[in-house]
C-alpha cells in the first residue's frame, strides 16, 4: 500500500532562514507525489509535484522539493522562509498511478519567527 | 484556474439532523470528486470517492448510510451526514482532479467545519 511519513510534527525556524520539512514515502511502482499547504480552516493549496524527470522540483511561493528515490524522500524546501510560509504542509501520494486520490501524511506545522 | 467550491464553510447542526454539503466544479467537468475528512491535528482521510451518474466508492470503514454522496452532474457533488451526531463534527473537503487524469493534481474546496451539538 502507498503511504507517506512526516517525522516532524512541527519545525520551527526564523524568517529568512532555509527551512526543510520532511516527506518519506513507500510505493509500489513510480510514485506521484505532492506538498500541499493548508491555512486555518481553509482546503489546501498545491505547491509542487513529482512525477518524473528532474529530481528538483521548483513550486509556487519559492518552495521546491527534492526527489530522492534512493532514500525514499521527497523533502520540501525553501532558501529563506517568511513568517507568511506559516502553515500546515502535507506530503502525499496518490493511491495509484492511474488516480488521483491522495493518501497524505500527518501533516507537519510550519512555524516562522520574525 | 479551475476552481472547487465547498458549500458551506460553516455549519452548526443539532443532533439527529442531516446536512448536505456541496461541491462545485467552477470551470471544469469533473466526472470523479474526492470527499476527506480532517480530525484535529491529523492527517486527512480519504472518506469516498463519488462517481457521476453512478455509485459512490466508500473507504473502508466509512458508513454508507452515514455518509451520503451523489454525484448528480459533472460539476457537482453532494455529502449529507444523516442523522448527525457529535462525533461527526469535523472539517470536512472535497477535492477534484484536473480533467487530465492520474498524476496530476487535485484542486480543493475551502472545507467545511461541520460543528453537531
Known amino acids: 500500500a502507498q503511504s507517506v511519513a512526516q517525522p516532524e510534527d512541527q519545525v520551527n525556524v526564523a524568517e529568512g532562514n532555509p527551512l526543510t520539512v520532511k516527506c518519506t514515502y513507500s510505493v509500489s511502482g513510480n510514485p506521484y507525489l505532492f506538498w500541499y499547504v493548508q491555512y486555518p480552516n481553509r482546503g489546501l493549496q498545491f505547491l509542487l509535484k513529482?512525477?518524473?524527470?528532474?529530481?528538483l522540483v521548483k513550486g509556487s511561493y519559492g518552495f521546491e522539493a527534492e526527489f530522492n528515490k534512493s532514500q525514499t524522500s521527497f523533502h520540501l524546501k525553501k532558501p529563506s522562509a517568511l513568517v507568511s510560509d506559516s502553515a500546515l504542509y502535507f506530503c502525499a501520494v496518490t493511491r495509484n498511478q492511474a488516480g488521483t486520490a491522495l493518501i497524505f501524511g500527518k501533516g507537519t506545522t510550519l512555524s516562522v519567527s520574525s | 484556474g479551475a476552481v472547487v467550491s465547498q458549500h458551506p464553510s460553516r455549519v452548526i447542526c443539532k443532533s439527529g439532523t442531516s446536512v448536505k454539503i456541496e461541491c462545485r466544479s467552477l470551470?471544469?467537468?469533473?466526472?470523479?470528486m474526492f470527499w476527506y475528512r480532517q480530525f484535529p491535528k491529523k492527517s486527512l482521510m480519504l472518506m469516498a470517492t463519488s462517481n457521476e451518474g453512478s455509485k459512490a466508492t466508500y473507504e473502508q470503514g466509512v458508513e454508507k448510510d452515514k455518509f451520503l454522496i451523489n454525484h448528480a452532474s459533472l460539476t457537482l457533488s453532494t455529502l449529507t451526514v444523516t442523522s448527525a451526531h457529535p462525533e461527526d463534527s469535523s472539517f470536512y473537503i472535497c477535492?477534484?482532479?484536473?480533467?487530465?487524469?492520474?498524476?496530476?493534481?487535485?484542486?480543493f474546496g475551502q472545507g467545511t467545519r461541520l460543528t453537531v451539538v
Open positions: 470551470d471544469f467537468q469533473a466526472t470523479t
Open positions: 477535492s477534484a482532479p484536473r480533467p487530465q487524469g492520474g498524476g496530476t493534481e487535485a484542486f
Open positions: 513529482y512525477i518524473t524527470g528532474d529530481n
